[in-house]
């Protein structure tokens, strides 16, 4: 049985090695392809290279004598599918619930030798509402600017933009601990409904389609159920420790 062959060109520099050369590499072994591994050590002789076959990025694969082409275009060459950036995608909201209520029923588990515990509930909530303020607050300028797209009071008071993930984590923070009901309560209360309000305004009323600025704002989710189901959380949860409180 004859032997799979490819060649491939990737840059493997002192201060860099191309991360994609690597993926390239790993993808053609798990194939079973037999490697003829090229590195480009400098940048003269990646330029060098990139004139001589009059291709704009490095890696460069081969197979059988004719360019695949860089790292995607290997996966197509191989039936694999290739992620769009500019796909919409719930994934990241997904993502980060189902991580928060594993988080949630762990604490659970170590605080009362149990997962399924009412605190394990008020716990994913309050460990959801962190993480997504965490998500925004790494970079809170490309938040504002996408939740001045449909916030009803941001709209109004552009320094909102700005405040709503500080509060939001500090209401996430504060339930989590169980401290400060007065305080975390009415902060939830407030930008959980108006976040709600705005959320059925915008997608359900107006059918505006936009993306939604819960996960930061360099996502691709799409404005709708996901966050509008983050408002409601918020809501629930703050009238929950409000009852909580007065019994």
Same mark, same amino acid.
């Given at each position: 049985?004859?032997?799979?062959?490819?060649?491939?060109?990737?840059?493997?520099?002192?201060?860099?090695? !191309?991360?994609?050369?690597?993926?390239?590499?790993?993808?053609?072994?798990?194939?079973?392809?037999?490697?003829?591994?090229?590195?480009?050590?400098?940048?003269?002789?990646?330029?060098?290279?990139?004139?001589?076959?009059?291709?704009?990025?490095?890696?460069?694969?081969?197979?059988?004598?004719?360019?695949?082409?860089?790292?995607?275009?290997?996966?197509?060459?191989?039936?694999? #599918?290739?992620?769009?950036?500019?796909?919409?995608?719930?994934?990241?909201?997904?993502?980060?619930?189902?991580?928060?209520?594993?988080?949630?029923?762990?604490?659970?588990? =170590?605080?009362?030798?149990?997962?399924?515990?009412?605190?394990?509930?008020?716990?994913?909530?309050?460990?959801?509402? !962190?993480?997504?303020?965490?998500?925004?607050?790494?970079?809170?300028?490309?938040? =504002?600017?996408?939740?001045?797209?449909?916030?009803?009071?941001?709209?109004?008071?552009?320094?909102?933009?700005?405040?709503?993930?500080?509060?939001?984590?500090?209401?996430?923070?504060?339930?989590?601990?169980?401290?400060?009901?007065?305080? #975390?309560?009415?902060?939830?209360?407030?930008?959980?409904?108006?976040?709600? =309000?705005?959320?059925?305004?915008?997608?359900?009323?107006?059918?505006?389609?936009?993306? !939604?600025? !819960?996960?930061?704002?360099?996502?691709?989710?799409?404005?709708?159920?996901?966050?509008?189901?983050?408002?409601?959380?918020?809501?629930?949860?703050?009238?929950?420790?409000?009852? #909580?409180?007065?019994?």
């Amino acid at each position: 049985m004859a032997t799979k062959k490819a060649v491939l060109h990737r840059m493997v520099m002192p201060a860099h090695t !191309c991360p994609f050369g690597l993926k390239a590499k790993d993808l053609l072994r798990r194939n079973g392809y037999e490697l003829e591994d090229h590195w480009l050590r400098t940048r003269e002789e990646t330029d060098a290279f990139k004139a001589a076959h009059d291709v704009k990025t490095t890696p460069q694969v081969f197979i059988g004598g004719e360019r695949i082409g860089g790292y995607d275009d290997l996966r197509r060459f191989f039936g694999k #599918s290739v992620p769009d950036p500019k796909a919409v995608t719930y994934r990241p909201v997904a993502v980060v619930f189902a991580m928060t209520a594993l988080m949630a029923l762990a604490a659970s588990q =170590a605080a009362f030798g149990t997962p399924l515990t009412v605190r394990a509930g008020e716990w994913f909530i309050a460990f959801s509402m !962190c993480v997504l303020a965490l998500l925004k607050l790494q970079d809170v300028e490309r938040f =504002a600017t996408m939740f001045l797209n449909y916030d009803l009071l941001a709209r109004r008071w552009v320094p909102y933009s700005y405040v709503y993930p500080y509060a939001e984590g500090l209401a996430g923070v504060l339930m989590a601990a169980g401290v400060l009901t007065w305080l #975390s309560v009415p902060i939830a209360l407030v930008i959980g409904t108006i976040g709600a =309000a705005s959320v059925i305004k915008a997608v359900y009323v107006d059918r505006r389609e936009l993306k !939604c600025a !819960c996960v930061g704002g360099d996502s691709n989710v799409p404005l709708g159920f996901l966050s509008l189901t983050e408002n409601v959380m918020m809501v629930a949860m703050a009238l929950w420790m409000a009852l #909580s409180v007065a019994h």
